[in-house]
Each structure stands twice: as C-alpha cells, then as structure tokens.
Nanobody
Framework: QVQLAESGGGMVQAGASLRLSCKAS????????MGWFRQAPGKEREFVAG????????LYGDSARGRFTIDRDNVNNMGYLQMNNLNPDDTAVYYC??????????????????WGQGTQVTVSS
C-alpha cells in the first residue's frame, strides 16, 4: 500500500494560485492512478482530478476543469495539483489518493485505497 503526504495548502485571496504536492512512498505509486479529492465542511468528498499511471491521461471534475492541472513525477514519487484562479468555493481540505488501477480513473472515492491526511486550502473573497 502507498503512503501519501500532501503539502502546499494555505490561505489565499480569490484569484490567486496554489500548487499542491503529494509525496508518495512505495513502488506501487508509479503503477497506480493518482487522484485529488476535496471535502468542504458539511459536504461529501468531491473528485477534483485524476491521472493515469502509464499513459498520463487525465480526468477532471466539473469544478476543476479549465482552472486546475494535475501532474505526476513517477521517478520521484510525486503528484501535483496546480490550482489557478481560486475562488471561495474552492475552500476545502484537499486529499491525494491512489487506486489499485493502473489507467482506469475513477471519480468515486470508493475506487481509491490509499489516502493522505489532507491539506487545507482556504480562499477568501
């Protein structure tokens, strides 16, 4: 199982950018789909973006499409989420996760079996 640790969250104003990082341990990271999810208070965990292990193909949730970019570095076991033009609705705890699939990107949290502890992103208006 992969161990994951997010970093890069913080408090920013609307319109700002943040780059989240996800450090993974274990060889399984390079053969696993990686996803980013977020969860705001009182809301369900929401799929933000996912990236396949081998092909590098990506999938984005509706709220992220056009503003966020997911990327990964399999050599260094790192994942990233570049977030641009942030708005208050993006305020949430952001989690990275990996699944047992290599290239099948799932939108549901149940499809992922390793999770980080999360990093808080707060966007003020």
């Amino acid at each position: 199982q992969v161990q994951l640790a997010e970093s890069g969250g913080g408090m920013v104003q609307a319109g700002a950018s943040l780059r989240l990082s996800c450090k993974a341990s274990g060889e399984a990271f390079s053969v696993s789909v990686m996803g980013w999810f977020r969860q705001a208070p009182g809301k369900e965990r929401e799929f933000v973006a996912g990236i396949a292990a081998a092909s590098g193909s990506t999938l984005y949730g509706d709220s992220a499409r056009g503003r966020f970019t997911i990327d990964r570095d399999n050599v260094n076991n790192m994942g990233y989420l570049q977030m641009n033009n942030l708005n208050p609705d993006d305020t949430a705890v952001y989690y990275c996760a990996t699944s047992r699939y290599r290239d099948y990107i799932r939108r549901r949290a149940e499809g992922y079996n390793s999770w980080g502890q999360g990093t808080q992103v707060t966007v003020s208006s």
